[in-house]
């Protein structure tokens, strides 16, 4: 089988596409071969080890994949070979076999096609981690979304809209923001071309909003906090732009405002239980149309480095998905 490998910390085009032998699943694993992978920023950071999780040398990257079970390990009774599947690893997806443990695998619900399956996962979990959980967001408050045209920002105005929320969508350009607007949002910001501050108080008729959601950090983190409302609660969910912003902590005094951490891996290691009630309340909204993964592009094994090049210089707009087998 064929792999996108990393031998050593270093940029995407450093990244090798490599024979490997097949792989044999183990006791309590499933072997599946992968039909979409799912590409995200971790992916990004994880080769040029600056990532929270370190993989040993060599490893592919890619953490999130649908396919189809090809073989199982023992004490493995709940699945079987040829079940389709989603499954979320550490590393491994961007290769064309991945082993798994079968507790991690889900069954892919009728239907639904291998890039939504793989596009699902992470993206969702996060924000529905960020927004239900964490956020606690309620039917009627605001919530604004930085970065919104990207995955976890897309399907943070679904998750928003579906929980009856006002969603405000702030990205770059106006592109991205016609992509918001499909998605949901209420209100559109440019924030390259806007005063992000001037337009939020226009936005809330000066009231900020309840909850801000930010993947990106930078520069635009600062003025969306001094924006938020009393009581709000940032998400601190990433920092796609590179910088992790410094915010004065007065301000979380000054607006009786709480700063929320969010990191849906360990969420989803410590809390099993709670992150499979979250999935499965994402798959009934996918089933009744309140959210819909945006798939703006997909690439072979031999472009996993063009994939993440494009994702690193934010170029995507929602998710992007490798074909492994192509």
Request: glycine share 10%.
């Amino acid at each position: 089988m064929k792999a996108a490998v990393c031998k050593a910390w270093g940029l995407p085009d450093t990244l090798e596409i490599m024979e490997l032998p097949d792989l044999v699943p183990g006791s309590g694993q499933v072997g599946i071969q992968v039909k979409a992978a799912g590409v995200n920023f971790p992916d990004v950071l994880i080769i040029q080890n600056k990532y929270q999780f370190k993989p040993e040398l060599p490893f592919s990257p890619g953490s999130e994949l649908s396919g189809e079970i090809y073989a199982v390990g023992e004490g493995v009774t709940h699945l079987k070979k040829g079940d389709k599947v989603i499954a979320f690893i550490g590393h491994g997806a961007f290769a064309q076999q991945v082993l798994a443990p079968a507790a991690s695998v889900m069954p892919m619900p009728p239907g639904m096609d291998f890039d939504t399956a793989a596009a699902i996962t992470l993206t969702y979990g996060t924000s529905h981690h960020a927004i239900v959980d964490r956020a606690q967001l309620k039917s009627g408050e605001t919530m604004l979304v930085l970065g919104a045209a990207g995955g976890v920002g897309l399907a943070a105005i679904e998750i928003g809209k579906a929980l009856g929320a006002k969603v405000i969508a702030a990205a770059s350009s106006e592109e991205k923001l016609d992509i918001c607007r499909q998605h949901g949002a209420d209100i559109l910001i440019n924030y390259s071309t806007a005063d992000l501050r001037e337009a939020i108080k226009a936005a809330t008729d000066g009231k900020g909003p309840d909850v801000i959601y930010d993947p990106v950090g930078g520069i635009y983190a600062e003025p969306a906090f001094r924006s938020i409302a009393w009581r709000g609660r940032y998400l601190v969910v990433g920092f796609a732009n590179g910088e992790i912003p410094k915010l004065p902590l007065n301000l979380t005094l000054l607006k009786g405002a709480s700063l929320v951490g969010v990191f849906w891996g360990e969420f989803a290691k410590r809390e099993p239980k709670n992150n499979l009630a979250a999935m499965r309340e994402l798959l009934g909204w996918l089933n009744e149309g309140k959210i819909k993964p945006h798939i703006s592009k997909r690439y072979t094994l031999n472009e996993t480095a063009q994939a993440l090049n494009d994702l690193a210089a934010r170029k995507v707009t929602g998710k992007i998905v490798i074909h492994p087998e192509e």
